[in-house]
Structures are given as C-alpha cells and as structure tokens.
C-alpha cells in the first residue's frame, strides 16, 4: 500500500503550494525549466536543498548522492555516472550559473568512511562510493585517538573542498568557470543548529553567511 504519509502530505501540497504556485507550475511546463542554481547535496532526509533554501518548484537543480560528493571526471564507457550526468545536464542543457556544493554536519557517509566500518551490503556501494574521498582525509593527515568528532567535522569540510576541485576535472565546468560564467560554491549546514557556512573563496574557510543568520534564534550550545 502506498505510504498513507506521502498521500496526507500530497493532498496539503495540492491544497497549499500546488495551489498558490499554480501559475508558476504552468509556466514552467510550458516553458521548461530555467534553474539558475545547481546543488549538489546529500541523500540524508535531514539536508533537503528546496527546504533549507526556501527553493521554488524551477528555482534548484538539485542531485542529491551518499555525502554529496562530486566524482573526478571519469569519461569511461564501463561504469554508470548518475551524477556526472546530472552535472552535464546543469550545465550544457540548462546552462546554471551556479553550482553549490552542500555539505552537513553529522554525515553517515563521511562517518562510515572515517570509522572503516564493515561494509552494510555484500556490494558495498556505499564503501565504493565513499572510497573517492580517501584524498579529502589525506589532506587532513591522520586521526588523533581523542578526536572522534571534531576530526569527522573537518572530514565533512575537506570532502566539499575535493568535490569542489573534482568539478573543475569536467571540462565543461572548467571552460565556463574560466569565461566567468559559472561559479562554483562550498556550503555547510549544521542541521541542529540550523547553521549555513558558506566558503569564502579568497581563504578557503567556511564563514556564516551574511554574518550569522542563526544569532536571531534562541541560543544553541554546540557549534552544529
Ligand atoms: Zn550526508
């Protein structure tokens, strides 16, 4: 049977968004979609791009994957790509001027990468996918015994930062970026605290974005 949740939810949209936003549903099918912003964000049911950002229906493009990584460029004919696909769609068909890559605090597929646990399926997808972000935990050097999650938030950072130089690998990307015509962004949300980082392209570093909009909210203990 059909999840009784999804057809509650559904009957609000319809009565709610879907009403409100008719118009704009119709433009866009009979127009097509013109996102201008692509994310690139994570399965996890707590990071939702549309949510946190507020989105439109046309407004994101958004590919969603275990941990929000971006592969390095792989034009071989052996393996499926899902999400260079969705990249080259963005960006050659719908011509984005964005590409955002989100990442989160308390992310089960960096988590399953740092503590090398056994694999969750004969297949191991997960541990696969998650192998591609061995350079990002290179570049932090190894793990302290006392570190457990202060090493996993910077493990969270470094890998937007890998998906960031992964992107520039596509040649597509890397022409239009070069011409000004694509920008290329790192964010982080901190979920509990509700959090968004943005990464400042002249340091590197993740800062609050326009100056911490969270401060307005009551106060919250950790940092994520
Ligand atoms: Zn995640």
């Excluded at 439109?56 to 034009?75: K, M, Q, S, T």
């Excluded at 392209?201 to 974005?209: C, D, Y």
Aim: aromatic share 8%; proline share 6%.
């Amino acid at each position: 049977m059909f999840p009784e949740r999804l057809t509650q939810g559904y009957r609000a949209f319809l009565d709610g968004r879907f009403a409100s936003e008719r118009t704009r549903y119709e433009m866009l099918a009979e127009r097509g979609q013109r996102p201008e912003i692509m994310v690139v964000g994570c399965v996890d049911s707590r990071v939702s791009p549309e949510v946190i950002f507020d989105a439109a229906p046309g407004e994101l493009l958004v590919v969603r994957n275990v941990a929000n990584i971006v592969p390095r460029y792989e034009p071989d004919r052996d393996s499926q790509h899902g999400t260079s696909a969705a990249l080259e769609f963005g960006v050659q068909a719908l011509k984005v001027k964005h590409i955002v890559v989100l990442g989160h605090a308390f992310c089960g597929g960096i988590r399953a990468f740092a503590d090398e646990q056994e694999p969750l399926s004969p297949g191991d997808f997960i541990g696969r996918w998650m192998s591609q972000i061995a350079p990002a935990a290179e570049s932090l050097g190894p793990r302290a015994k006392d570190d457990g999650e202060g090493y996993l938030r910077r493990l969270e950072f470094a890998s937007v930062e890998l998906s960031l130089q992964n992107l520039m690998t596509f040649p597509c990307v890397r022409i239009l970026v070069e011409r000004g015509r694509l920008a290329l962004h790192g964010a982080y949300f901190g979920v509990a605290s509700g959090r968004l980082l943005v990464r400042d392209a002249a340091t590197g570093r993740f800062e609050p974005v326009a100056g911490d909009l969270t401060a307005a909210l009551p106060k919250f203990s950790g940092d994520f």
